[in-house]
């Protein structure tokens, strides 16, 4: 075993460890300090709404303006001015510029914070809130304001085919084969503020600890219910306990 502890790694030389690769997942745990709700928690967004009625295809088709209404409302609320980045948004994107080696971050948040963190590189499996989609020519385009069963796609020109450039249940998450090869490369897995109730994100785990040179760390508020499957996890607050970690794994840890 190289470490058996998060805090271990403090106390070995860098050149040691036989970290290359590092994936990370997130969660809305980790956007959740910055004002945006998670799904799950009490007072989640699924606690609130009906995900049948909002975030499926079929839901699309048979009420796009209650469709368009919800995430309206999630992109004008991602935009105002009190939602921002926090320690932990800041600490990954830190992590991805002074890491030697590689660092994937795969996110299932839709919201842009890694970005705005300064993360230059993100790969989005849920898609993001702040782009559109045309179903009929595939045409992926910023938008920041209001979609209406009325808006019309740029390219094709075809109304009412423009849809929030999210994936629905359902629907198949995007970047997969970027993401396995990822895994695939991977040295340590650290799965961050998700409930791990989603698949397939939720099984990344299980298919990287098939490759046993990979260590599994769980960041998280508290234990879920797959926390089992984890070499190690570490309790609390996104914002507090990210920034350590990332300052143990870049070795930036005072002494004492
Ligand atoms: P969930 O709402 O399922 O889980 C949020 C997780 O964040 C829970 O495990 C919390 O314990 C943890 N958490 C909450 N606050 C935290 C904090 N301040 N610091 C650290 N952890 C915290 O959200 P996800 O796992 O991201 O998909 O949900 C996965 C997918 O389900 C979402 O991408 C979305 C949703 O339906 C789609 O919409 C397709």
């Known amino acids: 075993m190289i470490w058996s502890r998060i805090g271990r790694i403090a106390d070995l030389p860098t050149n040691v460890l036989p970290i290359t690769t590092i994936v990370i997942l997130t ?27 909002l975030a499926t295809p079929q839901a699309f088709h048979r009420d ?52 705005r963190a300064g993360t230059p590189r993100v790969i989005h499996m849920h898609g993001e809130l702040l782009k559109a989609r045309c179903e009929q020519c595939g045409l992926i385009l910023p938008w920041l304001g209001p979609l209406s069963v009325v808006s019309k796609c740029p390219a094709c020109r075809d109304y009412g085919r423009l849809r929030p450039h999210v994936v629905w249940f359902g629907e198949v998450p995007l970047e997969l084969p970027r993401i396995y090869d990822a895994l695939a490369r991977a040295d340590l897995f650290v799965s961050i503020g998700t409930s791990g ?30 926390s089992g499957q984890f070499d190690e996890s570490d309790y609390g607050p996104a914002s507090l306990i990210l920034p350590a970690f990332v300052d143990r794994l870049l070795g930036r840890v005072p002494p004492g």
């Open 197 to 226: 109730s989603v698949y397939p994100a939720a099984g990344f785990v299980g298919h990287v600890r098939s490759e046993a040179k990979v260590r599994c760390v769980e960041l998280n508020l508290e234990p879920q219910s797959g």
């Open 27 to 53: 969660g809305a745990g980790v956007s959740q300090e910055s004002g945006l709700d998670t799904f799950r928690d009490r007072g989640g967004v699924w606690s609130r709404v009906n995900l049948e009625d």
């Open 64 to 115: 796009p303006a209650q469709v368009h209404a919800f995430y309206n409302d999630r992109r004008a609320r991602l935009q105002q001015p009190d939602i921002q980045p926090n320690p932990a948004h800041l600490a990954l994107a830190r992590l991805q510029r002074d890491w030697p080696g590689e660092v994937v971050l795969v996110t299932q948040n839709v919201d842009d914070l890694h970005e």
